[in-house]
């Protein structure tokens, strides 16, 4: 196939064999990370803003080494630095960007929705680096090619999807990749932190924690965002752990083989103990690395004429 | 011509030549932004350093893309993160940063004559990207490449600047380029916000905004700074909006074709309507990629050997 | 010789055969910045990832500088833009940087010893930028190249090293330097500024400045924290110039030819009197030049395959 989307807002617009395209073109650039010389010209002469409405470390430094990595020129545009400040709207921004002639404009905004917004208005490719608690498709993208990398396939798996699935945007991403590759997902966390449609999506929903374990090939453990526990949506710290918290002890319920995702930062002995984040099954650091051939291959795609 | 001037530091002090050979140097690197591969090698192995002492978003994005595609470095120093905290004086900073061999210093300070001072005192070349109600060089250029572009000429048209005239380095350094080329330049605004030795400038000055759009060939349109309000400088917004806003109906005592430009970020439904700014006699986008252009040609004159 | 080791993280670990085989790299090395064309391609395809979770601007912009001359890919993580606010360890951070398969990390950290637990746990070379009032060796390296350059050779060399000793890591990287190629080093400041364990340093100890200058070669004067006065570990300003700071007149019983150094940022008219600061004596900014070289130098080095 060609890669014919403008835009990457979300894996619940894709279809399977976009999925699948992305991964594969993800699986040929990964290599170039481990090379001595870590740098292909592909697109050179090309800009890429980096839009964070939101602070992020993590995700903005992956893009942008992704960016400098295929040559691309790269510049930062951060909540502070912005002419917000001044009043300015996000599409005036962003369209004063664009006027600037960039190529591809990653964008993360704590409001569901801004991407799609900014990619009706922009002739740049529009990547969601994340908007509020809707999707953010390239983390989702990530997971799903560290569990095929493992699994081999997606299709047939059991994925559980464990913590505050109400707000999370990387459940949300993850649930529509891995259902549309075939996987069977479920959910779990407290009632409080469920999503209030959570019976529209196509995912079966449990609230024991043992019931996500058993026979699941996929734990992906959720990030219990603390400050949650102000709004009153989860009781305490030490209860959620009792009830939700993922150890040693607790993985025994799982398959030996079991795989642990977590999309970080953890909260080391609230959501995840230390032991089962630094084990074997945990995957928490290969993800990092393959989340930057992801995103590496997103950028590519994008900056190809159609 | 040859270029002979080590700094860029105001458009007051520069010859008809100098300012037409900026505008025709910027004419000849615009294309850059607009092929596939917007990347030159022309300034390869220079290094341009951006200190913001005052917060800016596009003008320093403006100046970093335009070095980048040059191929020159660039390094960022913003008022934060600088030893400013320290008690270091400004001279100091840029003493140190030139004593790591940059070869340009782009300067913003709130105070008037801080790019001056470092001109006077650093072998790199300066240019002053906006210094408190002084002067803001390139957007004054970039103002001029708009209208020329359009008009073919500059010479003969009346423009007319209109707003918060006291407090804008951007209306003066445009007082002095397009005065310098031939235009007649009419002021408007509120008393208040009227320079007080506006007389010694070669401009006309009305405070009725329908003398400023009859017959005028240009409006350029002033941000109104809003926080002056609490300094009592101008009544109300409704007020000002009601006396110098341009909207639709309003634009229809100027001529047909008039153009207007707005330095940006735009006060929508103050200083300008919604459909105005967005009309198609509004070039305030193009001005953004023109600023572009004319800062690579900036970069590029200063940076050769003389 | 070659160079062997993974990490630079200070110079008291340092044979003087590898402290000489830096300078003698960095000498190669400075000249590249005075060329037309500062940069060479030696680490073209590499990533230096900048981790100041400590302010910096001028150790931080040196070493991207020094990155960026030779050709590396950086990415800047500063403490405020940190996923640090989420309550994730230095260490997680630090690791997940890695995952993305970075070369060098350069580290900057208020505690010390955070250098030397990320080095034993990241495969990645580790740059001690400064931790704590334990070391900063690049600084000390940069003070040695910058003697060695004027006096041909660091070995018999009087060294006054002048302030709030107890609080530098720069003089204790100092410390460790000179003594290893061969220089006599004195302490100067006021007893509360020098640290408790100062008897098992190898130097002498004086708390008269004139016996600090006396036949002094080179002056080392520390920058005064002022904020250390609100913790009453000195008097007053005004008292501790009068005692330890250098002005002209003071500078008279020292050698004709001493030469003075000040990591930066000056106190003007406090430890140092402007005429001073200002003085051919000065090596301030040659050091700030130096720094650059010794920088390229450690990552050059670093970045080789062993």
């Known amino acids: 196939m060609t890669w014919q989307r403008k835009d990457l807002l979300g894996l619940q617009e894709l279809t399977q064999e976009e999925i699948g395209f992305i991964l594969e073109t993800a699986n040929s650039l990964k290599e170039i990370s481990l090379r001595p010389i870590k740098k292909v010209p592909t697109l050179r002469g090309k800009t890429v803003a980096l839009?964070?409405?939101?602070?992020?470390?993590?995700?903005?430094?992956?893009?942008?080494?992704?960016?400098?990595?295929?040559?691309?020129?790269?510049?930062?545009?951060?909540?502070?630095?912005?002419?917000?400040?001044?009043?300015?709207?996000?599409?005036?921004?962003?369209?004063?960007?664009?006027?600037?002639?960039?190529?591809?404009?990653?964008?993360?905004?704590?409001?569901?929705?801004?991407?799609?917004?900014?990619?009706?208005?922009l002739k740049a490719a529009?990547?969601?680096?994340?908007?509020?608690?809707?999707?953010?498709?390239?983390?989702?993208?990530?997971?799903?090619?560290?569990?095929?990398?493992?699994?081999?396939?997606?299709?047939?798996?059991?994925?559980?999807?464990?913590?505050?699935?109400?707000?999370?945007?990387?459940?949300?991403?993850?649930?529509?990749?891995?259902?549309?590759?075939?996987?069977?997902?479920?959910?779990?966390?407290?009632?409080?932190?469920?999503?209030?449609d959570v019976e529209k999506l196509p995912v079966e929903v449990t609230y024991d924690i043992k019931k996500a374990l058993e026979d699941a090939d996929v734990l992906n453990i959720l990030r219990?965002?603390?400050?949650?526990?102000?709004?009153?949506?989860?009781?305490?710290?030490?209860e959620y752990r009792q009830l939700f918290g993922i150890n040693h002890e607790r993985l025994r319920y799982a398959k030996a083989d079991v795989l642990i995702l977590h999309p970080g930062p953890?909260?080391?002995?609230?959501?995840?103990?230390?032991?089962?984040?630094?084990?074997?099954?945990?995957?928490?650091?290969?993800q990092v690395t393959n989340g930057l051939a992801i995103r590496m291959a997103v950028l590519y795609l994008l900056s190809k004429e159609k």
């Not at 004063?96 to 964008?107: L, P, R, S, T, Y």
């Open 51 to 121: 839009l964070f409405f939101e602070p992020s470390t993590r995700t903005r430094t992956s893009f942008e080494l992704a960016a400098k990595r295929l040559s691309s020129d790269t510049i930062n545009i951060s909540r502070d630095a912005s002419s917000l400040d001044k009043g300015e709207s996000i599409l005036d921004t962003a369209k004063n960007i664009e006027a600037m002639k960039i190529d591809i404009a990653v964008v993360r905004h704590s409001c569901a929705g801004v991407p799609q917004v900014l990619a009706r208005h």
């Open 224 to 238: 219990l965002q603390l400050e949650r526990q102000k709004e009153s949506l989860f009781p305490s710290i030490r």
């Open 126 to 196: 529009v990547v969601n680096a994340g908007d509020g608690a809707h999707e953010h498709p390239t983390q989702g993208l990530l997971d799903l090619f560290t569990i095929k990398e493992r699994k081999r396939k997606i299709s047939g798996l059991k994925v559980s999807i464990i913590g505050d699935i109400a707000h999370s945007r990387v459940a949300r991403s993850n649930i529509w990749g891995l259902t549309k590759l075939g996987a069977r997902v479920l959910l779990c966390g407290p009632k409080t932190l469920m999503p209030p």
């Open 266 to 286: 953890v909260n080391r002995g609230i959501e995840i103990s230390c032991d089962v984040a630094d084990s074997q099954s945990s995957l928490i650091l290969e």
